[in-house]
């Protein structure tokens, strides 16, 4: 415990705003938060069309349950054991995740989420949250911040002794922190944006398609996948290029949005009853990664989650990066008690080279799920890493395994399946036979629990 008790001023509540908090103010310090968005817990469930599920892996579990919240989280969570892939041929295959029986993914609404979380860090005596103020100043020398209210308002000035600025990937507290300096900085969109849908329950109450699984609708053009919730419906997200032939800007009347799903998710349109005003109604959003550095200045300012390191959400791993950072901020404030700016070194030591990993790993499972994941080959790929770490416990584990299922950093997971995939070309035709016999079987089983998955997959 420090010996005395700090002021941190918390800029943003999202989610690593609202899980630092808690961490932060367990470890003895006063905090206060501020978000320029209003309180999730009053505001309209859904609001916007964006970004409302999240899958919860290994990384974020470990964080939650640091703080005491794992367990309730996955009372709302609904457990993904793979993918369920709707090929443009009309072929359903499903991809288990794992091999193991924790070897799963759990959907969770995001708002329900950050509530949920907000709720148990006001708990604590010393938090303090301020919805619907927003930040207008950092002083990065006296950790001093200016903020108003968004709806108008004088403005007010508070110098805490550090600021963390979790205001995510347009973050204000990086750009005022680096003004000046000798600053990196990339941002990169992707050409393709995305809209949120809907795959409400069935007019009889049940779910429309299997509930237990990410499923995924992949295409060269356009590719949509599908997180369970916990009353039978799925959120859906589709992702296409925001101009051009095959776009949202040319998805413009219904007759346009019918024949776009009829040629390119044949399946989908049926389960989708809300599709035309959903797709005219809701929002697109914006795809984009940040690279940076530093993530810190002295010991008076910290970057954390979007605003340090934002990806792209094809690997899942954005919400559980940014609550392992919160972990990982917690250890250094623990290993550095008396020295501050060594423990934010430390901090960003440990985690950047590895988001800068999962940046690539994320760009990298855009093209996978897009072109790949429906193809035999990729199929025959997954299950020889999942046969090889049956044969293997502990000695071969598949990267997804590793980013998805460990803390193994990323890079070294990373590093660990290139060796892997060197050994297996090395190993010779004798280890392909036998290979081969393995695979065969694998497939057929993985077909034979694609069809007794459930009659609307």
Avoid at 232 to 261: K, N
Wanted: charged fraction near 25%.
């Amino acid at each position: 415990m420090i010996p005395h008790r700090e002021r941190v001023v918390v800029i943003g509540a999202g989610l690593a705003g609202s899980l630092a908090a808690l961490y932060l103010a367990r470890r003895g310090y006063t905090v206060d938060v501020h978000e320029r968005r209003p309180d999730p817990r009053t505001a309209p469930s859904g609001a916007g069309g964006r970004s409302i599920n999240l899958g919860l892996s290994a990384r974020g579990m470990r964080a939650l349950d640091g703080v005491g919240l794992l367990a309730d989280v996955l009372k709302r969570s609904v457990p993904m054991r793979g993918r369920v892939v709707h090929a443009p041929d009309g072929s359903v295959r499903f991809q288990p995740y794992g091999v193991r029986e924790h070897e799963i993914l759990h959907s969770v609404l995001r708002e329900e989420l950050i509530s949920l979380v907000v709720e148990a860090a006001e708990v604590e005596p010393e938090v303090r949250f301020h919805f619907g103020s927003r930040l207008l100043r950092l002083d990065r020398q006296t950790a001093t911040v200016e903020v108003a209210p968004t709806g108008g308002g004088d403005p007010t000035r508070i110098t805490a002794d550090w600021v963390v600025g979790a205001d995510g990937v347009f973050s204000t507290v990086r750009q005022q922190m680096q003004h000046g300096l000798r600053a990196d900085y990339t941002q990169e969109f992707l050409p393709w944006g995305y809209k949120e849908l809907t795959i409400p329950v069935g007019p009889d109450g049940r779910p429309r398609v299997r509930l237990e699984a990410l499923h995924v609708w992949p295409g060269h053009e356009a590719l949509m996948v599908a997180h369970p919730n916990r009353d039978g419906s799925l959120t859906c997200s589709l992702f296409m290029a925001h101009e051009g032939s095959v776009s949202f800007a040319a998805l413009d009347t219904p007759a346009a949005v019918r024949d776009f799903f009829r040629r390119h998710f044949p399946d989908a349109e049926d389960l989708m009853p809300d599709l035309v005003d959903e797709i005219a109604g809701h929002p697109t959003g914006h795809l984009v990664t940040v690279r940076t550095a530093p993530w810190r200045h002295a010991d008076r300012v910290v970057l954390i989650g979007d605003a340090a390191h934002a990806v792209y959400p094809f690997y899942g791993q954005g919400m559980n990066s940014s609550f392992e950072d919160c972990l990982v901020l917690d250890g250094c404030l623990a290993d550095h008690p008396t020295d501050r700016a060594a423990a934010l070194a430390a901090y960003e030591a440990a985690r950047k080279p590895h988001t800068d990993v999962l940046a690539d790993l994320s760009t990298a499972n855009f093209v996978d799920l897009r072109d790949r994941v429906h193809r035999v080959g990729y199929s025959l790929s997954a299950t020889a890493d999942r046969v090889l770490s049956r044969l293997l416990p502990g000695r071969w584990v598949p990267l997804y395994t590793m980013v998805a299922h460990t803390t193994t950093p990323y890079a070294d997971a990373l590093a660990r399946a290139r060796r892997q995939q060197r050994v297996l070309r090395g190993a010779g035709a004798g280890l392909a036979v036998g290979a081969a016999v393995a695979l065969a079987a694998g497939v057929r089983a993985g077909r034979r629990r694609a069809v007794g998955g459930g009659t609307s997959c």
